[in-house]
């Protein structure tokens, strides 16, 4: 049975629902690509542009939130350069919805390879919030033991 027109559904390249209808578990995936292809344009069209990135828990020295597109895209992509940790894959442990079908809670792991320490594994946990298929906030719970050792230090 061949589709008509109207029974056609507006997809990208990738197979996603169109950017700005895109919901949060799509954007999440358009998210981690960007990551693993350390793509500066795809990251910048995954953010709003009155974007916020949260780092609830991190290390002195380091910000706890970035406010604005242009500076989210920018430590990120400044990070790529230095960053022993080249992210291969993510692996979703479980996804929870929440009362706004906006925002997403994401237990996950950042599966890849170290420069110094080898083959490692991620825990983290996100709250994603989207709008119009662009990522409008993102809480970051990166587990802070677990990405120094595999950075080959401590925290």
């Known amino acids: 049975m061949a589709l008509t027109e109207h029974d056609r559904t507006d997809i990208t390249d990738a197979g996603l629902p169109d950017q700005?209808?895109?919901?949060p578990r799509e954007v999440l995936e358009r998210y981690r690509q960007a990551a693993i292809s350390r793509s500066a344009d795809e990251m910048r069209r995954v953010y709003a542009l009155d974007a916020v990135h949260e780092f609830p828990f991190t290390l002195?020295?380091?910000?706890?939130?970035?406010?604005?597109?242009?500076e989210?895209?920018?430590?990120?992509?400044?990070?790529?350069?230095d960053y022993p940790l080249k992210y291969e894959l993510y692996r979703t442990l479980a996804i929870h919805d929440t009362g706004d079908p906006e925002?997403?809670?994401?237990?996950?792991?950042?599966?890849?390879?170290?420069?110094?320490?080898?083959e490692?594994?991620?825990?983290?946990?996100?709250?994603?919030?989207?709008?119009?298929?662009q990522i409008t906030r993102l809480r970051d719970y990166v587990n802070i033991p677990a990405a120094a050792?595999?950075?080959?230090?401590?925290?």
């Open 20 to 23: 700005a209808e895109a919901g």
């Open 60 to 70: 002195p020295g380091l910000p706890s939130r970035l406010a604005g597109r242009d």
């Open 72 to 81: 989210i895209v920018n430590w990120i992509t400044a990070g790529w350069k």
């Open 103 to 118: 925002t997403i809670i994401v237990e996950q792991e950042a599966l890849g390879t170290s420069v110094t320490t080898g």
């Open 120 to 133: 490692f594994a991620l825990p983290n946990l996100v709250v994603l919030t989207v709008r119009n298929g």
């Open 149 to 155: 050792a595999a950075m080959g230090g401590n925290p």
